[in-house]
């Protein structure tokens, strides 16, 4: 017996050695692919079971770079700020993120209750999730000539803000978003104007500040500076609700998954975005569900447009009441540049190895744990990353439309009880809590003289040792 056993393990040792010559291994990867805290010692030990194995892995010679791939959890962005409870569910457990909390593939984020959050992904992506909303972030794929995103909207008020290399009109406008003040990346802040004036002076006191318009300054040279490093390289979003996908290069646009229920969506173009002068816009395309759908369709701009909740039909919302609903909760990301100032300052310190010419693959997967992609489009044979977009369009359009044929079918059982299930509803407290915040915000008030400047004023990781926000 002793023999035997002694016979397997060597045999095993054998067959790992070999395959390990040529594996490449992703930064903080283990040399073995077996998992020791989860083995079955029955089987380990039981020689048909390992004499099956490895006949299978001699018709994939690959396996084991195979299996590194998949169990490799590549970095995809930081957390940025979160207000009251957020949830980060890793694995089988969860915990509260911080500011630079890193964001894996695999990750699913929570905002508990009235919470908010902003999110930086690694090219430059902003995101930003209104109370009780959830979104799994599946991939993030960096490829030769362009990056790739894909996650699902699990539910809630979403805004997906692709970054842009032009530049943005320069306003003097306040900021809407002010629920994130004082901002947790403290170089992002505002810079107020500190000028003198004499307060017996009418004109002096109604003159108006210029503070907000220098911030737009600093941040399209932030932009400018940064764009030496991303070089046009583009990011192909992929985003997946229950009833719908929504795709396209370099996409901004906001959702509205109800859970149970319909979901709404507007993509925003340039001009609504605050972009400098005329923009090639790019295309966005929507696929809806149904095992023979497989066409997608072209979406306009700048209109809330609504996807059945059998992910069947796609209309122009026309509910005048509940456009203007949608309006108020857009209405607070409509001018923030502190947020992408954020952006700007996350971007040049995370994503150089987003935006290399060229990568040299083995560098990337020891040193950084990135596996390196091809391109979307190629003049010859389709390369790795458009043969996976074309799996995951039908493997998402075939089980999304699955799930809603069971959700359906579990509905209509409930009628016939005389049970109801309750749809989400779009509802105030998507947005109150930030509006609020905008109306009541006000500008720390500037010295006219030569007074010292009060830390509960003006320094933010005092106001934070203080409880103070």
Not at 81 to 101: A, E, L
Not at 124 to 149: A, D, H, Q, W, Y
Not at 160 to 186: C, G
Not at 213 to 228: E, F, G, P, R, S
Request: charged letters at 30%; aromatic letters at 12%; hydrophobic letters at 35%.
């Amino acid at each position: 017996m002793n023999f035997l056993l002694s016979t397997i393990f060597l045999l095993l040792l054998s067959s790992l050695g070999k395959a390990e010559e040529a594996a490449t291994y992703f930064r903080d990867q283990k040399h073995s692919t077996v998992k020791w805290g989860e083995v079955d010692i029955k089987s380990f030990l039981s020689l048909k079971d390992w004499r099956d194995l490895t006949a299978q892995r001699e018709l994939v010679p690959e396996w084991e770079g195979i299996i590194r791939e998949r169990n490799n959890r590549e970095v995809v962005g930081y957390f940025l700020q979160c207000i009251d409870n957020c949830h980060i569910d890793r694995g089988t457990s969860f915990f509260s993120p911080s500011f630079r909390t890193p964001l894996y593939e695999g990750d699913e984020i929570q905002t508990i209750g009235e919470s908010y959050a902003w999110i930086f992904l690694l090219d430059g992506t902003m995101v930003r999730l209104s109370p009780n909303s959830s979104m799994n972030i599946n991939e993030f794929n960096i490829g030769i000539k362009e990056n790739f995103i894909n996650v699902r909207i699990n539910t809630g008020n979403i805004l997906w803000l692709s970054r842009s290399e032009i530049l943005l009109e320069e306003q003097n406008t306040k900021e809407t978003d002010v629920l994130f003040f004082p901002s947790a990346l403290y170089e992002a802040q505002i810079v107020p104007d500190r000028k003198k004036y004499d307060e017996d002076s009418l004109i002096d006191l109604i003159e108006e500040k210029q503070s907000v318009l220098k911030h737009y300054m600093k941040l399209n040279q932030m932009i400018v500076d940064n764009n030496k490093m991303t070089k046009s390289k583009k990011t192909y979003s992929f985003i997946v609700a229950p009833n719908m996908t929504i795709m396209g290069y370099d996409l901004s646009v906001e959702l509205i998954s109800l859970m149970g229920g319909k979901t709404y969506f507007k993509k925003r173009s340039p001009k609504l975005l605050g972009l400098k002068g005329e923009v090639l816009e790019e295309d966005t395309y929507i696929q809806m569900r149904g095992f023979e759908n497989t066409e997608l369709s072209k979406v306009e701009s700048d209109k809330w447009l609504e996807v059945d909740e059998k992910g069947r039909s796609l209309n122009t919302l026309n509910d005048e009441d509940k456009i203007y609903f949608f309006a108020m909760g857009e209405f607070i990301t409509k001018h923030i540049p502190t947020i992408l100032m954020a952006r700007e300052l996350m971007l040049a310190q995370y994503s150089e190895l987003c935006f290399r010419e060229k990568y040299n693959l083995k560098q990337m997967a020891e040193l950084h744990g990135y596996r390196v992609w091809g391109q979307l489009k190629s003049d010859a044979k389709k390369e790795d990353l458009e043969l996976r977009l074309d799996f995951l369009k039908e493997y998402f359009r075939r089980v999304e439309t699955t799930n809603l044929l069971s959700s359906s079918h579990f509905r209509d059982r409930l009628k016939a009880r005389g049970e109801v299930m309750k749809s989400m509803e779009y509802d105030s407290y998507f947005f109150l809590k930030a509006l609020n915040a905008y109306y009541s915000y006000v500008d720390v008030p500037e010295s006219s003289d030569n007074s010292e400047v009060l830390n509960s004023t003006s320094k933010t990781i005092w106001k934070r040792m203080h409880g103070i926000r």
